[in-house]
């Protein structure tokens, strides 16, 4: 999936071109299709729709054009998937499942897995676990094993508690030892897109379990290079809050014997659109080389006045004994569909696994 902060251009990937394309195919593969119809019900207010809507729009778009008969339109579906260009596209296919054929569970079930190589699945799934939670990871721990690595990433993202865009899985939320199965058996995938999967998956669990994600990870086999990279990204959010057994796990030296040399921002006033350039000097004070995990945060001003930390990666290190090592790191202050920029005052520090070490601020103007 593309990052939130690209959300405004997302919806027009299924613009009113993508959608006559789609009912042209569907027309293709079903010929009393009645694209004019299709068309009409898709693009109504289409503009107003943000990208998640016009997919479940669209779904429901082609099944008041396809046979009422869900089987038979589950069949011309399945026949569109190759014959579409990929993308959101061909995500209205998995999001038409999703949405009619809760009914047919397990025909509904092998289409999703049939679906998803071509574009993507895991939003669909979800009310199939809402439904029948042990019937659905039953089938997905059997996924995870699958020669496809498509299947094996819907194995894990479809089971994601808090997969971003999609309604929460409380009963997953709760009880993460439901997906261990499924994780177990992919946490030294061959694939970095499974591999990804995995570690968002074991992000999303940290939040509410991070004493179980962490007594997990311990048991595995973290020298495997495969593994270990999902550890480390697993970790990410338990490593920026500085938690000791995270970053002991990703081999950073706890109690880190630095001083600073500098750390300054520039320019200490600037606009938004503009560029923030942090530097920052790092002197180690041990006879032996550290491992190091440098981060820094910025305090972003609210609307109200208060403000928000947010943490950013800048380095992972090892630092020999008495050695000196300058970090460089610029960021464009612009607005994303995530995080509105006001003027004021805004607080920065530097971390040194986990622990603020240093801090400044600029002044940011918006005009």
Known sequence: MAQEEQAPLLKELLNAKALARIGRVAAQVHPAFDQRAFLA???????????????????DSLRAQ???????????????APLLPGGFANMVLP????????????????????????SSAEF??????????????????????????????????????????????????????????????????????????????????????????LDLLEDWPTQQPETKWITRHALRNLIKAGHPRALHLV??????????????????????????????????????PQRLVVDYAIHYVKKNGDSSRKVFKLRTLSLDGGAELTLVKDQTLT????????????????LVNGVCVAQTHFMLGLR
């Open 124 to 213: 669909a799934l979800r009310p199939y676990i809402t439904q029948n939670p042990d019937a659905v990871l039953a089938l997905a721990t059997r996924w995870a094993e699958d020669d496809n690595e498509h299947v094996r990433r819907l194995a894990s993202e479809g089971t994601r508690p808090r997969l971003p865009w999609a309604r929460r899985l409380p009963l997953l939320v709760a009880e993460p030892q439901r997906t261990r199965p499924i994780l177990e058996k992919l946490q030294a995938d061959p694939s970095d897109y499974v591999r990804r999967s995995v570690a968002n998956h074991l992000n999303d669990i940290s939040k509410e379990h991070p004493e179980w994600v």
């Open 66 to 80: 396809l046979p009422a008969d869900y089987p038979r339109a589950l069949k011309a579906v399945r026949r569109m």
């Open 251 to 288: 081999g950073a030296t706890l109690g880190a014997k630095v001083k600073l040399g500098s750390f300054e921002v520039s320019p200490t006033a600037l606009r938004l659109g503009q560029t923030l350039q942090l530097r920052a000097t790092l002197v180690s004070t041990a006879k032996q």
């Open 335 to 350: 607005d994303f569909t995530t995080r509105k920029h006001y003027a004021g005052r805004h607080a920065v520090e530097l």
């Open 41 to 59: 019900m898709a693009c109504e207010g289409l503009e107003a729709l943000s990208i998640m809507q016009r997919m479940s729009r669209t779904a």
């Open 95 to 118: 999001e038409f499942v999703g949405r009619h054929g809760l009914d047919h569970f397990e025909l509904s079930l092998e289409a999703l897995r049939e679906l998803t190589p071509y």
